[in-house]
């Protein structure tokens, strides 16, 4: 315990911790006393005046600090806090100090279970995850007011009566502390202090100071500060307390979580690349694609290409489809890059396909040679029938001919007898002009026949 300008000042090497205790600026004696020995944490208020109240809260916390538990028993905290008050009122009859009492707030902390034995109107705060919380209620006639609601808290804190506490040690031989019993948690920050802090500063004001700084003797510090720069009319102690909790347990447990964590994230990480994997290799094996083999249309299963020396597909079959029968764009394309399908139904659909073009141009083809061949047929046909047709057109012009010269011999000899027998004259003229008229339209003999006939008249 240092003291320096009527400050007392105490800080433990452990940062866990950290305590300030002031006179402040209206009185001229420091009435107040504390304890900082982990696990107990004591502030202890004392009234009576000059040598009263200083003896008074330095009795309580030498008898607390003697008889306190070593682990967080509320009941057996009670009772060193009922011993206390008992010195308390001893020493005052002893030296004739009649009014000397003390308050006392005493805390016993242990990983995570926290013990409080209240008397008076020091307090103890805790703040937990950005709310502070007033652990203990005031035994003062301001708060019996507030609670009755005769007054609020604000017109407390500048009421003329508002020192006037109703539970004192060494005041009552049958005093009771109140007691609290309270789960904390790690990060956690406990404050215990005397009523200089709280009547100087508003509660918004403390735990600001204390979520800000995250060193507890340098809050304690600050928070003292705080007070006696607001006025400092009385003396102030604060203590601040980081709760570490079961600072190893929690440190194991978050080792064994990180090491389960890490094995889950490794194994999903093998279940995430063996799901990829082995999805690819569904995609891929379900994949087909078309290509050239020598000359033919085959079907391949998967995709061109290895994979670290391992081919990603293989034949399935060789079609019967030509490549050279197919389109021009479509066999080149087959010859180079292939022509790839979702899978081997649509694959063998696309050659079926082919092979219908193929079907298809091969019927045209076809057709169209068979529609060749009977125009030539067709013109070989009626080049035959044109030869035919002059040959007959000759044989009938020498037939008129040779009637011609028949039938003018007959008509010389019909002329050279007319004047023996008219009648014949007649009857041959007759008779040959209806053989020149049968031989127009008729054959070469026929011709000739009607020739004989009419000279034989004419002989006649």
Known sequence: MADQKGTKAIQSSKAMFGSRTDVGCVRDHNEDSLVVAPPLFVVADGMGGHAAGEVASEIAVDTIAKLAPKTPDTEALGKAVIAANYAVINAAQEKGRHGMGTTMTAA????ERLAIAQVGDSRAYLLHQGHMQQLTRDHSLMADMIEAGEITPEEARVHPQRSVITRALGTDPNMQPDLYEINVTAGDRLLLCSDGLT????????QQTLEETRDPQKAATLLVNQAIAAGGFDNVTVIVVDIAGNSAKQLAKTRRHSVAWGIFV????????VGICYGSYRYVSNLAYLHDDNGQVA???GIRGNFFGHDLSHLDSVTDVNTDDLQPGTASHLREDGIRADNLDEAYSLVDQYRDYVDQNNAEQEAREQSAREAQEARNQNSNGSSNQNGTSSNSSSSNS????????SNGSSTTQNSQSGSSSSSGTSTNTNSTSNSAGSSNSQSAQSSSTTGNGATR
């Open 299 to 301: 079907v391949y299963q």
């Open 402 to 409: 040779s009637s011609s010269n028949s039938t003018s011999g």
């Open 266 to 273: 490794v194994l999903l990480l093998i279940a995430v690349v």
């Open 199 to 206: 009547s100087m500063l508003e509660d918004f004001e403390i």
């Open 108 to 111: 016993i902390l242990d990983k």
